[in-house]
């Protein structure tokens, strides 16, 4: 591999205008298709093989007028202060908006709330029920601008109207906490590097990237229905990727440079050798996420697939685009003189070697400290809840806030999450009975608020009964209750014959929270099994993909403690601006393990492969260590600081699903880069010694020799057959 790349990148720098003319020719015309067609997104998932899954297909197919699959929203009126609207002219007020809902566009049905019952006891506060023809991704801007119009005559009419459901499309706000970290990764290339055309490659080359990765992902989401939240997690994670691939490639063609070879040759070696590394570490990253597709949750599919795809962009664009701009920047990219005299100084020992040397003093105190440090963040996790976004978790303020909160101060929590128990009597001799019985048992039950009368399709064997929990949709006792009534609904079906299925919004989250909760713990054992084959093949070692595996371990469990503490207990609420805490959303572990796992892998490739190098050359286990640090460090540290930034520019976001992954993000960077990386890491090493290289030999023969560090293109290069040329002259170039 680090052949091929080494000709790649050659070609790349020698035909750079013809590289760079066939990216910009991509990126117009995926720009132009993006701007040409008309996308659509989705919150609305999809989990094949549950029971609410099963419970809304059947209702899709044998109760169309139920609109089982459709939009919906709740219209909430609120009488002012001292007034009723069960009477007068605010009665009359909300029968005219009742009559303008239902000819508003793509609507199907309104629930009038007198007729319906839909009034509190003391004639406060009251609310419509809309159903609408089509499922949320198709509502047009037109029927939501209707129901915004709707509510605005009842506010000028003296009401107090919010609206809630899956039709009402929560306004994101605007940020520019992304561009500040941008800023950020601006700054410390600036740093790390000396140059300013140094500094400026890396970016260029991630903002293309991400454009095209983000424009491919806006073209795609007119032919398929993609998570709202695609496009963002897709920036967020090929910005942050694409720079600090970017950045060892540069780092490591300045030192091809200094070392003396041309700048051709240069970037066909920084190819070779860094550009192998990336191809590596962009793999496991790209593994990890499209893996989160097997489980089986379209959201998350899409969420994984759609970084997955950003990752690709950022690592092909790496390996042809970033040295094609090398090759208009040339030897210039070594000059810089952005740095300080003590750091051109050639006894100056770089801030990441002292460290290692201190490590190396102490490597059991640093190693039980780090250790203990992660153990206690990761303490709050044993508390985890995980949940779905809901009017619940709206930005307080917002008309979905204020429809929630208005609807269980006048009915109760319950009625914001009405389960939909659906009976399926083709099996029974007596279909009306089953139903009976059904409803009986809902009645019968602790935490249940009301029951409305069974309604059947038009053949009569199926039957749908609206039930009210008495707490909240997100509470554990509704999770109890939706448990409760699938558990006596086995008992029903062996009495009656019909089948008892819990569906709505309430069981389609339970059940997602289910079945994510139950796949954590495999796909965090398929991701550790891939770390350690991965990292085996790189180092040829059993005991370094071990302590790579532990340290991603604790590096997880300790961003888990990090949120939760976060989200889920308020602690440090105000800093990060969360207005509303509450459980975890249920993607984000799941989601986090499979980033995390990439992330790590990558800091680990880059920091301890010169490690393997310099201790496969000869050198003593601690001096392979401090070589590492001494060639990797800095660029490691320069990374983890970008990824940082960027991620954290999202931590702001109106959208409570990317602040915590912002913030999940940034915050695994920080602790596996600095705490597990560049502390564990070295601790470890320095207390296993040799052991730590050794593989066994049947081992070692059965495992491919994938190079990495391109040990065969060192080779190929000294016997002058690379290209089938010589090797380049050298020419000497400034020093930065």
């Given at each position: 591999?680090?052949?091929?790349?080494?000709?790649?990148?050659?070609?790349s720098?020698?035909?750079?205008?013809?590289?760079?003319?066939?990216?910009?020719?991509?990126?117009?015309?995926?720009?132009?298709?993006?701007?040409?067609?008309?996308?659509?997104t989705?919150?609305?998932?999809?989990?094949?093989?549950?029971?609410?899954?099963?419970?809304?297909?059947?209702?899709?197919e044998?109760?169309?007028?139920a609109s089982?699959?459709?939009?919906?929203?709740?219209?909430?009126?609120?009488?002012?202060?001292?007034?009723?609207?069960?009477?007068?002219?605010?009665?009359?007020?909300v029968?005219?908006?009742?009559?303008?809902?239902?000819?508003?566009?793509?609507?199907?049905?309104?629930?009038?709330?007198?007729?319906?019952?839909?009034?509190?006891?003391?004639?406060?506060?009251?609310?419509?029920?809309?159903?609408?023809?089509?499922?949320?991704?198709?509502?047009?801007?037109?029927?939501?601008?209707?129901?915004?119009?709707?509510?605005?005559?009842?506010?000028?009419?003296?009401?107090?109207?919010?609206?809630?459901?899956?039709?009402?499309?929560?306004?994101?706000?605007?940020?520019?906490?992304?561009?500040?970290?941008?800023?950020?990764?601006?700054?410390?290339?600036?740093?790390?590097?000396?140059?300013?055309?140094?500094?400026?490659?890396?970016?260029?080359?991630?903002?293309?990237?991400?454009?095209?990765?983000?424009?491919?992902?806006?073209?795609?989401?007119?032919?398929?229905?993609?998570?709202?939240?695609?496009?963002?997690?897709?920036?967020?994670?090929?910005?942050?990727?694409?720079?600090?691939?970017?950045?060892?490639?540069?780092?490591?063609?300045?030192?091809?440079?200094?070392?003396?070879?041309?700048?051709?040759?240069?970037?066909?070696?920084?190819?070779?050798?860094?550009?192998?590394?990336?191809?590596?570490?962009?793999?496991?990253?790209?593994?990890?996420?499209?893996?989160?597709?097997?489980?089986?949750?379209?959201?998350?599919?899409?969420?994984?697939?759609?970084?997955?795809?950003?990752?690709?962009?950022?690592?092909?664009?790496a390996?042809?685009?970033?040295?094609?701009?090398?090759g208009?920047?040339g030897?210039?990219?070594?000059?810089?003189?952005?740095?300080?005299?003590?750091?051109?100084s050639?006894?100056?020992?770089?801030?990441?070697?002292?460290?290692?040397?201190?490590?190396?003093?102490?490597?059991?105190?640093?190693?039980?400290?780090?250790?203990?440090?992660?153990l206690?963040?990761?303490?709050?996790?044993?508390?985890l809840?995980?949940?779905?976004?809901?009017?619940?978790?709206?930005?307080?303020?917002?008309?979905?806030?204020?429809?929630?909160?208005?609807?269980?101060?006048?009915?109760?929590?319950?009625?914001?999450?009405?389960?939909?128990?659906?009976?399926?009597?083709?099996?029974?001799?007596?279909?009306k009975?089953?139903?009976?019985?059904?409803?009986?048992?809902?009645?019968?039950?602790?935490?249940?608020?009301?029951?409305?009368?069974?309604?059947?399709?038009?053949?009569?064997?199926?039957?749908?009964i609206?039930?009210?929990?008495?707490?909240?949709?997100?509470?554990?006792?509704?999770?109890?209750?939706?448990?409760?009534?699938?558990?006596?609904?086995?008992?029903?079906?062996?009495?009656?014959?019909?089948?008892?299925?819990?569906?709505?919004?309430?069981?389609?989250?339970?059940?997602?929270?289910?079945?994510?909760?139950?796949?954590?713990?495999?796909?965090?054992?398929?991701?550790?099994?891939?770390?350690?084959?991965?990292?085996?093949?790189?180092?040829?070692?059993?005991?370094?993909?071990?302590?790579?595996?532990?340290?991603?371990?604790?590096?997880?469990?300790?961003?888990?403690?990090?949120?939760?503490?976060?989200?889920?207990?308020?602690?440090f609420?105000?800093?990060?601006?969360?207005?509303?805490?509450?459980?975890?959303?249920?993607?984000?572990?799941?989601?986090?393990?499979?980033?995390?796992?990439?992330?790590?892998?990558?800091?680990?490739?880059?920091?301890?492969?010169?490690?393997?190098?310099?201790?496969?050359?000869?050198?003593?286990?601690?001096?392979?260590?401090?070589?590492?640090?001494?060639?990797?460090?800095?660029?490691?540290?320069a990374?983890?600081?970008?990824?940082?930034?960027?991620?954290?520019?999202?931590?702001?976001?109106?959208?409570?699903?990317?602040?915590?992954?912002?913030?999940?993000?940034?915050?695994?960077?920080?602790?596996?880069?600095?705490?597990?990386?560049?502390?564990?890491?070295?601790?470890?090493?320095?207390?296993?010694?040799?052991?730590?290289?050794?593989?066994?030999?049947?081992?070692?023969?059965?495992?491919?020799?994938?190079?990495?560090?391109?040990?065969?293109?060192?080779?190929?290069?000294?016997?002058?057959?690379?290209?089938?040329?010589?090797?380049?002259?050298?020419?000497?170039?400034?020093?930065?």
């Amino acid at each position: 591999m680090a052949t091929y790349l080494y000709r790649l990148g050659r070609f790349s720098f020698r035909r750079r205008r013809l590289v760079l003319l066939v990216w910009v020719a991509v990126l117009a015309a995926i720009g132009i298709g993006a701007a040409s067609v008309s996308s659509s997104t989705t919150d609305t998932f999809s989990i094949p093989g549950t029971q609410s899954q099963k419970a809304l297909d059947l209702l899709t197919e044998q109760f169309p007028q139920a609109s089982a699959d459709g939009a919906t929203a709740r219209v909430v009126f609120e009488a002012p202060h001292g007034r009723k609207m069960t009477s007068g002219t605010d009665k009359a007020e909300v029968e005219r908006l009742v009559a303008d809902l239902g000819r508003a566009d793509q609507v199907k049905t309104v629930a009038d709330p007198y007729a319906g019952g839909t009034v509190s006891k003391d004639g406060t506060i009251g609310y419509a029920q809309v159903t609408y023809k089509v499922a949320d991704t198709d509502v047009t801007d037109r029927a939501r601008t209707d129901l915004k119009d709707i509510a605005a005559k009842g506010e000028k009419a003296g009401l107090h109207v919010s609206m809630g459901g899956t039709a009402v499309a929560e306004e994101p706000g605007q940020s520019s906490t992304e561009l500040i970290g941008i800023l950020i990764a601006a700054v410390v290339l600036v740093v790390t590097f000396g140059s300013l055309v140094a500094a400026g490659l890396p970016l260029l080359t991630a903002l293309f990237g991400v454009g095209l990765a983000v424009l491919s992902i806006t073209l795609a989401s007119s032919v398929v229905d993609l998570s709202s939240s695609t496009s963002t997690l897709a920036l967020m994670l090929g910005l942050a990727v694409a720079i600090d691939y970017a950045l060892f490639i540069v780092s490591r063609y300045r030192g091809e440079l200094r070392n003396g070879h041309e700048p051709e040759e240069a970037a066909g070696r920084a190819l070779g050798t860094a550009g192998s590394a990336v191809v590596f570490a962009g793999l496991t990253v790209i593994i990890a996420l499209a893996g989160l597709s097997v489980i089986g949750i379209g959201m998350l599919t899409d969420l994984g697939l759609g970084a997955a795809f950003a990752v690709v962009v950022a690592v092909v664009i790496a390996l042809t685009l970033l040295p094609a701009m090398l090759g208009f920047a040339g030897a210039r990219i070594a000059t810089g003189k952005l740095t300080s005299r003590r750091m051109r100084s050639a006894d100056h020992e770089p801030m990441g070697v002292r460290w290692s040397q201190f490590v190396l003093r102490n490597p059991v105190r640093v190693l039980v400290t780090a250790v203990a440090g992660l153990l206690l963040l990761a303490t709050p996790a044993l508390s985890l809840e995980l949940g779905m976004p809901s009017d619940a978790t709206a930005t307080p303020g917002s008309t979905q806030r204020i429809a929630y909160d208005t609807i269980s101060d006048g009915f109760g929590a319950g009625y914001n999450g009405p389960l939909s128990v659906v009976v399926d009597a083709r099996g029974s001799d007596d279909p009306k009975a089953a139903a009976h019985d059904t409803a009986a048992m809902l009645d019968a039950l602790p935490d249940v608020a009301s029951v409305s009368p069974a309604a059947f399709n038009g053949s009569g064997d199926v039957a749908l009964i609206r039930t009210v929990p008495g707490s909240s949709p997100s509470s554990q006792r509704t999770v109890d209750l939706v448990s409760d009534i699938r558990d006596r609904g086995a008992a029903l079906r062996a009495d009656t014959g019909a089948e008892v299925m819990v569906t709505g919004t309430t069981a389609l989250n339970i059940d997602i929270s289910d079945k994510l909760s139950a796949a954590l713990i495999p796909y965090l054992c398929v991701v550790v099994g891939l770390a350690l084959i991965l990292l085996m093949l790189v180092f040829r070692s059993v005991l370094v993909p071990l302590k790579a595996a532990a340290g991603f371990l604790l590096s997880v469990l300790a961003t888990l403690g990090v949120v939760v503490a976060v989200f889920q207990k308020g602690w440090f609420a105000d800093v990060f601006g969360v207005d509303q805490t509450g459980p975890v959303v249920s993607i984000l572990p799941i989601f986090m393990i499979g980033v995390v796992f990439g992330l790590a892998m990558d800091y680990q490739v880059f920091l301890v492969t010169r490690m393997r190098e310099e201790y496969v050359h000869g050198a003593e286990p601690r001096e392979a260590v401090v070589a590492g640090f001494r060639h990797g460090a800095r660029v490691v540290t320069a990374a983890a600081i970008i990824m940082i930034a960027v991620f954290s520019g999202f931590i702001f976001s109106d959208q409570s699903i990317i602040k915590s992954m912002g913030l999940g993000l940034a915050a695994a960077v920080l602790l596996d880069a600095f705490v597990v990386r560049m502390t564990i890491v070295p601790a470890v090493m320095a207390l296993l010694g040799r052991r730590a290289w050794s593989l066994p030999g049947w081992l070692d023969r059965l495992l491919p020799n994938v190079d990495v560090e391109g040990e065969k293109l060192r080779h190929v290069l000294a016997d002058g057959s690379a290209n089938g040329a010589p090797e380049p002259e050298r020419v000497a170039t400034g020093r930065s």
